[in-house]
């Protein structure tokens, strides 16, 4: 297991670089993205396959100003030396309201967001 740890510290060292092929290289061809269970939300929804990931990704990344995988708990899953299945955990509720989607404690919603 240590094996596979230093793996995903490395290629979470890549994505923070920007090398999105490399973070992504031990993705199988059938991985699965499981992310918050909201499909509307970023990051949220089951994708099925390593390109249909990769453009959630691409995407959902693309909103943001600033983008790190660290916030967040990440449960990953490997079959032999390939990674196949990402699933994605966060509060719902608290990332909507970053993106004025719900209303915060005040009851406002700051911003507009279409996914």
Do not use: C
């Not at 670089?17 to 993205?33: H, K, L, P, Y």
Request: proline share 1%; aromatic share 10%.
């Amino acid at each position: 297991m240590t094996g596979h740890i230093e793996q995903i510290r490395h290629r979470y060292d890549q994505f923070s670089r920007g090398d999105i092929q490399g973070a992504t290289q031990d993705w199988a061809g059938d991985f699965v993205w499981a992310g918050g269970n909201s499909a509307e939300l970023p990051m949220g929804g089951t994708h099925y396959g390593k390109a249909t990931a990769l453009g959630v990704l691409a995407h959902d990344v693309a909103i943001w100003d600033e983008f790190t995988m660290s916030a967040f708990v990440h449960v990953w899953r490997w079959r032999g030396d390939q990674i196949i299945h990402f699933q994605h955990v966060t509060d719902t509720l608290q990332l909507a309201q970053m993106l004025g989607l719900a209303a915060d404690k005040e009851g406002t919603a700051h911003a507009s967001h279409s996914r």
